[in-house]
């Protein structure tokens, strides 16, 4: 049986001021508020609502706060609902959204209040904004969401008719028994080489002596309860948005999709602003030198950080809280161009000049999908890609990894904007997931990831053409460079891979290696002019 870890709250900061926020059906949110040199007059708010301890390390909240304090705004940190010290069931997405209204109802109702809040946070705390923006109180005037999407986390909603559809992320059914299981957290490892991986969870809440409702929501049959009941963000009063979205991050898809749905409403397009930056999930930066890329940062390297995590959100809540300054003084898009130093500005992304490069035309293969013998990830955490910022060559000495590479440049070209794949694909297993990754190929061998997609192919005896959103980038390649792509059927265990047998991979018993093959590959990047 592996060790289960147990995580509650950390001590409360000397900083802060412990506050209750009773929500409408009279549930208790736990809420920090931090008072710049303990000013009880009226002033500006920012609010943050996450599940990660208000108070924990983890998160480092109270250096955050600390840090907007001394640009003098109010801050209120607040567990969501049934998290750490904050009353209620703990449930995935479904309460944010009225809980978020509720809580910035009661903070306009504080002396220390003005009346005008905005919101700041990472992944779901990113989240987190959103659904308060889909309930439209009026006392909300700017958010500021980084690496998050509007549809973060819940299992890929499989529909019979789906022939081409996501590969599920391997965190999906984790993430509720860690962090969403009940008010504190737990800890545990799944054993890769024991099947069923369902089987574990089993045994681990037979410990626990109690189970999570977001598990038993999503397996064995996943149920999507509405995140946002009084409608859609997008459908709700727009307001002012910067939108952070990490090159590296993986849950950038989820950032380009909330992006694409926004352009889409010339309203929302109006009030939305975009910020791209060479960074993972858990903000390690591409040319973070060798002593930021420590798992457990002390405080005065987060301290040395915050201005990179932090100043943009506050140059932008100064026009759009405060009122100092104009809209047409905030780039409409800032961009950083990895490989390169400082941000760059646009109206557009991708911004004007962009054309397509074909890098590889009629690629083909074949391989054999072991489910024993998986391709592995190339971090051991996909969340902070970057801390590793890992060199994936050696995955391409597998028998079940294609490697196709072109000619070396002979100058460096800038690749900006959508990468993309097409190609003809096949297996004589009931299911196949097809994935493909485009590397920067150094001269002496080493290759780094810049760019990924992959696709789960529901009827896979059945020659298929699919196509691949590999994403964004935006990325320097050096001269005497190549791109290098690399074709493979598993990424373990970063994704849940295909048991070989058709059944569903969380709960399959069984195994069987599949022959695969794709015909017609295609790979298709942006290039800057």
Not at 101 to 111: G, L, M, N, R
Not at 175 to 184: E, N
Not at 216 to 223: E, I, N, S
């Amino acid at each position: 049986m592996t060790e289960i870890v147990r995580v509650g709250p950390a001590p409360v900061s000397d900083l802060a001021i412990e506050a209750r926020v009773r929500v409408r059906d009279g549930v208790h949110l736990a809420a920090d508020v931090y008072l710049p040199d303990g000013d009880t007059s009226p002033g500006d708010t920012i609010l943050i609502r996450l599940p990660y301890d208000k108070s924990g390390q983890y998160t480092f909240i109270p250096l955050i706060a600390e840090y907007f304090m001394a640009r003098g705004y109010r801050v209120v940190a607040q567990d969501v609902r049934g998290k750490f010290r904050s009353e209620g069931q703990a449930l995935l997405f479904v309460n944010e959204a009225r809980d978020g209204y509720d809580t910035i109802e009661w903070v306009t109702q504080q002396a220390w209040s003005n009346g005008r809040v905005a919101m700041w946070g990472d992944s779901y705390y990113g989240y987190t904004q959103w659904a308060a923006v889909s309930t439209q109180h009026p006392a909300l005037k700017a958010i500021a969401p980084r690496v998050t999407g509007t549809q973060l986390g819940e299992p890929v909603n499989r529909d019979a008719s789906d022939v081409v559809r996501a590969v599920e992320w391997g965190i999906t059914y984790l993430y509720p028994l860690t962090y969403f299981h009940s008010q504190d957290a737990y800890f545990w490892e799944l054993d890769h080489a024991r099947r069923p991986f369902s089987a574990q969870v089993e045994e681990v809440l037979d410990v626990l002596g109690s189970r999570s409702p977001s598990y038993d929501l999503w397996f064995p049959r996943a149920v999507h309860l509405p995140r946002f009941p009084d409608g859609s963000p997008f459908d709700a009063r727009p307001i002012p948005v910067l939108q952070t979205i990490g090159l590296w991050d993986n849950c950038a898809p989820l950032s380009w999709a909330d992006v694409a749905a926004i352009e889409s409403r010339p309203a929302w397009a109006m009030n939305h602003f975009l910020r791209i930056e060479p960074m993972d999930h858990e903000s390690y930066y591409l040319a973070d030198t060798p002593a930021q890329r420590v798992e457990d940062r002390p405080e005065d390297q987060l301290r040395a950080e915050l201005p990179r995590m932090l100043d943009p959100a506050l140059e932008f809540f100064e026009v759009f809280v405060r009122g100092n300054g104009a809209a047409s003084d905030v780039p409409r898009v800032s961009w950083a161009l990895a490989g390169t130093e400082g941000m760059r500005t646009s109206p557009s992304w991708p911004p004007p000049g962009v054309r397509a490069w074909p890098v590889l035309e009629g690629g083909s293969g074949e391989w054999t999908h072991d489910p024993a013998d998986l391709v592995p990830s190339s971090a051991h955490n996909a969340f902070a890609f970057l801390l590793e910022k890992p060199d994936e060559s050696p995955i391409g000495d597998r028998p079940d990894v294609l490697v196709f590479t072109t000619e070396a440049i002979d100058h460096p070209i800038d690749l900006v904007g959508p990468v993309s794949a097409r190609a003809r694909i096949q297996s004589d297993g009931p299911v196949m997931d097809f994935f493909v990754r485009v590397l920067d190929m150094a001269p002496d061998g080493t290759a780094l990831r810049i760019a990924r997609g992959q696709v789960e192919l529901a009827d896979a005896t059945t020659p298929t053409d699919v196509a691949v959103d590999l994403g964004q980038v935006s990325y320097r390649l050096d001269a005497g460079h190549r791109i290098r792509v690399h074709v493979s059927s598993s990424d373990y265990p970063e994704f849940i891979p295909q048991p070989g047998t058709g059944d569903d991979p969380w709960s399959a018993i069984g195994t069987r290696p599949n022959h695969q093959r794709v015909e017609a590959l295609s790979v298709t990047v942006s290039v800057l002019s």
